[in-house]
T-cell receptor, first 112, second 113 residues
Framework: SAVISQKPSRDICQRGTSLTIQCQVD?????MFWYRQQPGQSLTLIAT?????????ESGFVIDKFPISRPNLTFSTLTVSNMSPEDSSIYLC?????????FGSGTRLTVV | GENVEQHPSTLSVQEGDSAVIKCTYS??????FPWYKQELGKGPQLIID?????GEKKDQRIAVTLNKTAKHFSLHITETQPEDSAVYFC????????????FGGGTRLMVKP
């Protein structure tokens, strides 16, 4: 199975600023998924990122707020833009490899 | 798209008892059903999964059953221990198509010593 290195593991940010989260996979993967987990809630898909094309966003998520880059088959970034306290969540990336899914360790974001 | 419902949202059991968590899904194309355990401050960890061509799978104290006709699947934990206390999530996907996982709402399991 794949190993994902996700950075940063946590951050505390001022409202109105932006944070970029990185995921590096140790093998080439076609699709990468970005999830958000709000406090006490389940995981909700933000978008699906394919290499060489625009990310596909789920209802309620827009590119201006959550721009995604996918420059190659092993790397992706998610930016949380113009942050507000409501963006305080855990953000996770995930990939499909072989027989299942692998998750990054998550980025715990607190916006103050 | 897929919709996954999970019950109960909280479950409290005595140490040594069994715990059962149930999920239903809506998309008949889903063929992969994993269960994740999430401890406080950590990411979800896969504990067991099942595919649509299998009705039951067991791994020591953990088992999962799948009823494709009824579109529901369940997690069974026997001989529960305090360290089983965590939040458990079920999920579903069309893994063959490489689609994303859709998660249930989660179950907070508390095992009382």
């Amino acid at each position: 199975s794949a190993v994902i290195s996700q950075k940063p593991s946590r951050d505390i940010c001022q409202r109105g600023t932006s944070l970029t989260i990185q995921c590096q996979v140790d093998s080439q993967v076609t699709m990468m998924f970005w999830y958000r987990q709000q406090p006490g809630q389940s995981l909700t898909l933000i978008a699906t990122a394919n290499q060489g094309s625009e990310a596909t966003y789920e209802s309620g998520f827009v590119i201006d707020k959550f721009p995604i880059s996918r420059p190659n088959l092993t790397f992706s970034t998610l930016t949380v833009s113009n942050m507000s306290p409501e963006d305080s969540s855990i953000y996770l990336c995930s990939v499909v490899v072989g027989h299942g899914y692998t998750f990054g360790s998550g980025t715990r974001l607190t916006v103050v | 798209g897929e919709n996954v419902e999970q019950h109960p949202s909280t479950l409290s059991v005595q140490e040594g008892d069994s715990a059962v968590i149930k999920c239903t899904y809506s998309d008949s194309a889903s063929n992969y059903f994993p269960w994740y355990k999430q401890e406080l401050g950590k990411g979800p960890q896969l504990i067991i999964d099942i595919r649509s061509n299998v009705g039951e799978k067991k791994d020591q104290r953990i088992a999962v059953t799948l009823n494709k006709t009824a579109k529901h699947f369940s997690l069974h934990i026997t001989e529960t221990q305090p360290e089983d206390s965590a939040v458990y999530f079920c999920a579903a996907s069309d893994l063959n198509a490489g689609n994303m996982l859709t998660f249930g709402g989660g179950t907070r399991l508390m095992v009382k010593p």
